[in-house]
């Protein structure tokens, strides 16, 4: 039992993650084998190179699942992105960008709104958003201060497609203070705010660190080398490789049918 178990581990790293959902079992019958099912899988992996290697792990699983039952496996990728590569020089910039504006100038408003999204939020909600970050909780609805620069990756789980331009071109991103402290992603609370004039002041102060930080990029030649020079440093050799096949399609068709 150990064997098996370390064997999975070498290709299961406890980093990664495999989700999945049954788009078609087949047919409605509960006492028939089906001709046919269908299910996708979302493959997560901290680095490119892990993903490909779990996906053909995810891929095999398949086809030996496919050989004992005497039946035929098809597999297509439909989306991918890779994993995102901080940049050091890009980010020091834009974290000076941000320590001279400081935290948007909130208003009374700003604040009585925020405290009445917060109220809907769990003590777990607000403690996760503060160990997020690795700071000591605090008493309040919106911050008051900038957040230091994250020189690494943090891993919160989502997936964005910057990370496939991160791995082209020198890349920074910023996360622009629009929320009230606790909000969770993918929530009502998140949407709700999405109009407020507290989330206007976190946008705009975003834009503009993002614009600070651009322009630094245009006007130093000197940031420009040492961005490339961090960015083939991260790379480690490595080329880049979409996680998408070339001649992919999306199932646009598909969707609209359903």
């Known amino acids: 039992m150990n064997v098996g178990?370390?064997?999975?581990?070498?290709?299961?790293?406890?980093?990664c993650r495999i989700h999945y959902a049954v788009l078609d079992s087949g047919g409605i019958s509960p006492?028939?084998?089906q001709a046919y099912a269908k299910v996708r899988y979302v493959v997560r992996s901290p680095d490119l190179a892990g993903l490909f290697t779990l996906i053909e792990r995810v891929?095999?699983?398949?086809?030996?699942?496919?050989?004992?039952?005497?039946?035929?496996?098809e597999s297509t990728i439909l989306a991918g992105v890779s994993n995102l590569m901080v940049n050091t020089p890009l980010m020091n910039v834009m974290q000076d960008a941000w320590d001279s504006m400081g935290a948007p100038d909130y208003d009374d408003e700003d604040h009585a709104f925020a405290k009445a999204i917060q109220a809907t939020l769990s003590s777990a909600d607000i403690a996760a958003s503060w160990n997020q970050e690795r700071l000591e909780e605090r008493d309040m609805v919106l911050t008051d201060f900038v957040?230091?620069?994250?020189?690494?990756?943090?891993?919160?789980?989502?997936?964005?497609d910057v990370g496939d331009v991160s791995w082209v071109v020198p890349t920074v991103q910023a996360y622009g203070?629009?929320?009230?402290?606790?909000?969770?992603?993918?929530?009502?609370?998140?949407?709700?705010?999405?109009?407020?004039?507290?989330?206007?002041?976190?946008?705009?102060?975003?834009?503009?660190?993002?614009?600070?930080?651009?322009?630094?990029?245009?006007?130093?030649?000197?940031?420009?080398?040492?961005a490339w020079e961090d960015l083939k440093k991260r790379r480690k050799g490595q080329d880049y490789t979409s996680p998408i096949p070339a001649g992919a399609e999306p199932p646009v068709a598909a969707m609209a049918v359903r």
């Open 31 to 33: 006492n028939v084998v």
């Open 177 to 226: 203070p629009t929320l009230a402290v606790g909000t969770q992603l993918h929530t009502w609370q998140v949407v709700a705010q999405g109009k407020s004039g507290l989330a206007h002041k976190g946008m705009v102060a975003a834009a503009k660190a993002m614009v600070a930080t651009g322009l630094a990029a245009m006007e130093s030649e000197q940031l420009r080398t040492a």
């Open 5 to 15: 178990v370390n064997y999975m581990r070498e290709h299961m790293p406890s980093e």
């Open 147 to 160: 957040l230091p620069a994250h020189n690494e990756v943090r891993q919160m789980g989502g997936s964005t």
């Open 59 to 73: 891929k095999k699983v398949a086809e030996g699942a496919a050989l004992m039952t005497e039946t035929q496996m």
